[in-house]
């Protein structure tokens, strides 16, 4: 339960407040172990999923065998509310579980049908959803300027750029394959692109993170 008050789709209402909510839209809780889909490419979309614990990676697959990696989604946000308020009878991506999760699905009924008395935590969960959509729309936007340059080395200085903390470091909440799908080259490629970065001095790369050694000299590769 502390998981599912603790994210966004719940902010400002309380722990009464969500049992109600989850009782009325009749959400259930279920369990994906790695590796499995929760939903998949030409499903007919009619929940919305809140990650409570693990991982989940939202992806393309091609009938080539190439996976093209949207985004990662983890535990207290929300997956599949693209579909929610528009016309698309299926859907168009995957959601796969990367690590044994834990997910809370909602019927999207809910959302459309208030009850007669109205109830003013039904209306805040609604305008998390709106909120939730308007930033996830921000991310897309990003993700799409990020893969819009005409080089690896220009898609690597805004995604680090972007992602970095106040100490020019971007803690790596994927792995370079992960990565690689993100940015939409070769691993290979985003390997050697990231030792040249580092032999340059612009980065240190290191396991879990990488550090900015010259944030200005970065920022220049694609101003």
């Given at each position: 339960m502390a998981n599912i008050e603790s994210s966004k789709l719940f902010h400002s209402i309380t722990e009464k407040e969500t049992e109600r909510i989850l009782k009325c839209s009749k959400s259930i809780m279920k369990k994906y172990p790695a590796g499995t889909y929760i939903f998949e490419q030409g499903g007919m979309p009619s929940r919305l999923f809140l990650l409570l614990e693990g991982e989940v990676q939202i992806c393309k697959d091609f009938t080539s065998g190439k996976r093209d990696v949207l985004y990662l989604v983890e535990a207290g946000n929300v997956f599949g509310e693209i579909f929610l308020f528009g016309d698309r009878k299926h859907y168009w991506y995957d959601a796969v579980a990367v690590t044994d999760v834990s997910v809370m699905e909602m019927p999207w009924d809910f959302f459309y049908h208030f009850c007669s008395n109205?109830?003013?935590h039904h209306k805040q969960l609604t305008q998390n959803m709106l909120e939730?959509?308007?930033?996830?729309?921000f991310n897309i936007t990003r993700k799409l300027h990020i893969v819009s340059t005409s080089s690896l080395?220009?898609?690597l200085a805004i995604w680090l750029i972007d992602s970095m903390d106040e100490e020019c470091v971007v803690k790596l909440n994927m792995n370079r394959e992960q990565l690689a799908d993100f940015l939409g080259v070769a691993r290979p490629s985003l390997s050697r692109e990231l030792m040249r970065m580092?032999?340059?001095?612009l980065i240190e790369?290191?396991?879990r993170k990488i550090r900015i050694c010259?944030?200005?000299a970065v920022e220049m590769l694609y101003g």
């Amino acid at each position: 339960m502390a998981n599912i008050e603790s994210s966004k789709l719940f902010h400002s209402i309380t722990e009464k407040e969500t049992e109600r909510i989850l009782k009325c839209s009749k959400s259930i809780m279920k369990k994906y172990p790695a590796g499995t889909y929760i939903f998949e490419q030409g499903g007919m979309p009619s929940r919305l999923f809140l990650l409570l614990e693990g991982e989940v990676q939202i992806c393309k697959d091609f009938t080539s065998g190439k996976r093209d990696v949207l985004y990662l989604v983890e535990a207290g946000n929300v997956f599949g509310e693209i579909f929610l308020f528009g016309d698309r009878k299926h859907y168009w991506y995957d959601a796969v579980a990367v690590t044994d999760v834990s997910v809370m699905e909602m019927p999207w009924d809910f959302f459309y049908h208030f009850c007669s008395n109205a109830c003013d935590h039904h209306k805040q969960l609604t305008q998390n959803m709106l909120e939730i959509l308007s930033e996830n729309n921000f991310n897309i936007t990003r993700k799409l300027h990020i893969v819009s340059t005409s080089s690896l080395r220009e898609r690597l200085a805004i995604w680090l750029i972007d992602s970095m903390d106040e100490e020019c470091v971007v803690k790596l909440n994927m792995n370079r394959e992960q990565l690689a799908d993100f940015l939409g080259v070769a691993r290979p490629s985003l390997s050697r692109e990231l030792m040249r970065m580092q032999k340059d001095g612009l980065i240190e790369v290191d396991r879990r993170k990488i550090r900015i050694c010259d944030k200005d000299a970065v920022e220049m590769l694609y101003g």
